[in-house]
Every structure is written in structure tokens, then in C-alpha cells.
């Protein structure tokens, strides 16, 4: 799987100057600064790879040079796998080391998550589709888009501006409108877009599906209940989405309801995956 995309300069820029914002004390204490020597990064444990990309520009923000291939996000390694390599100042060495460390791990970690999620998903349902929230850290969804793409997810929304999920909340200000009558105001505002309304019990989800919805979300609903809506929504022509709880634990018993759709915030809770670096001087 190729990347999907990297992350902007200014997005690793701050994360540079978050940790370095006047280089490395200690370097320039002990006069080492420009020695020259090599930093490698490698897979501690087995995992997905994401960020790698960017450890590389990081690099290349601070005049360091790659060596070699960059192993791409996106690709499963074993563990011990060299991921990339830089060079340069020893100074500019340590500038780069941690802030490009822990950005791979985050997000390889997300990443891993995301890919044992499809599996297990995909063990209950090949055609089903992995779909994660917007719950992920505030100020992280570059970072965590990429992770949960790269691990085989796709994202549920980027945000409340570009889809048109209606929850309880928002039904609690229509007052007395009737449901076909909100669905089609929503499709008359936004005739390109579909439809989606999360409901939290079977009777909810009849009521929305004769109103004209395009999917329905189940929230924290049982796989037999779910079972039972996605059966009635064939007549609709409705997807059904299930979200609310899941994960890789019970992933693949939601797959086989023949819902279409699972949604889940598990990925951006992944442990992190360590990233080995070690950094030696150019020989004399």
C-alpha cells in the first residue's frame, strides 16, 4: 500500500521547534556539533509502519541527508527491519531523533491497530468496510488520518462540515417536524450528500429507514440486534452502520450481521510501537 499522504512541512516544522526551539544544549556544550555520524531507525517489534515519510523530511528540514530507501507507511515489517537512515551534524542528528521516533510510534501504532481492526472485521465479512472516527487527539488528525488509512481504515468523517450525521442531539431541536420531513430538508440543502442518522434501538431504526435515510448508524446495539435491523433495511435499500464499542474483540461477530459499515474509535487508543534508533560517528 502506498502512502496516501505526508504530512505538511509546516505541521513537521512545529514539532521541530517544539522540542529544539534553540538546537541542542548539550551537543553544543560538549562541542560535538558538527561531528559528523549516522542515525538509523528500525522496527523494535513487528507493526505497521506510518510516519516514516515524515522522519525522512524531518531529516531534510534540518540539512540531513537520507541514505538509502525509506520503508513506506503502510508496509507490515518484522521486528528488527531497518526503516530509514540519516546523516549528518551531530547536532542536527539530535534535533531530528525524537521528535521523528515518537511521531513513527504514535502513529505506527495507530496504524497496527487500525490493520488488526480490518482483520479481524474482514474474518466475519470480506466486504465490509472499517470506517474510524473523528475522536482521535485534538490537533493529531493529520497524524491519525494517515495511521488509520495506512492500517487499511477509512476515516467516518474529517469533520461536521463535510457529512450530514444526524444524532439525538440534533432531533431534540426539530420539535415536532416529522421524520421524512427532516430527512428531506436535509436533501434539498445538500442534494450531493448522503443522508445518515444514528438511533440506538430497532423501532429508531425502522422510523428513520421508511423516512428516507441512506444509512443508519446503530449505536452500542447487540449483533442480533443489529442482525435483525439490517435484515428490514434490505427492503429500504438502506446501509446499516454499527458503532458504539467496537473492536478488534468483537469486530467480526458485528461482521457477520451484514452490516456494511463499522465504526470505531479502537485505533487511535494503540499502544505505540517502538522504534529502535542508534546513532554512531563517521568513521575518523
Sequence with gaps: MSTPYTLSDP?????LLDDAPWGDATSWGLGISDAGGRMHFRARHAQVVCGSEEAARMGQLRGLQLEGTVVGSGTPVE????????????????????????????????????????????????QVAVACTR????GSKSLSVKAILCGGAAPHRL???????????????????????????????WPERQVVVEVADEDEATLWMKAGAD???????????????????????????????????NAEAYAQTGARILVSSAPYQ???RDVAVSLEPWPA
Design 11 to 15: 505541521e513537521l516544522e512545529a514539532l
Design 79 to 126: 521486528a528488527g527491519t531497518l526503516l530509514l537512515t540519516l546523516s549528518g551534524r551531530a547536532a542536527d542528528l539530535h534535533r531530528v531523533w525524537k521528535p521523528a521516533q515518537t511521531l513513527m510510534e504514535y502513529a505506527g501504532g495507530m496504524a497496527t491497530a487500525a490493520a488488526e481492526l480490518v482483520a479481524a472485521a474482514r474474518r466475519g465479512n470480506p
Design 135 to 138: 475522536k482521535h487527539l485534538p
Design 159 to 189: 469533520g461536521i462540515s463535510d457529512t450530514l450525521l444526524v444524532f439525538a442531539e440534533h432531533r431534540a431541536f426539530l420539535g415536532g417536524l416529522p421524520p421524512d420531513q427532516a430527512v428531506a430538508r436535509l436533501k434539498q440543502a
Design 215 to 249: 444509512v443508519i448508524q446503530l449505536e452500542k446495539c447487540s449483533p442480533q440486534a443489529v442482525g435483525r435491523v439490517v435484515a428490514r433495511a434490505a427492503a429500504h435499500g438502506t446501509l446499516v452502520a454499527v458503532a458504539g464499542g467496537v473492536n478488534a474483540g
Design 270 to 272: 494503540g499502544v505505540p
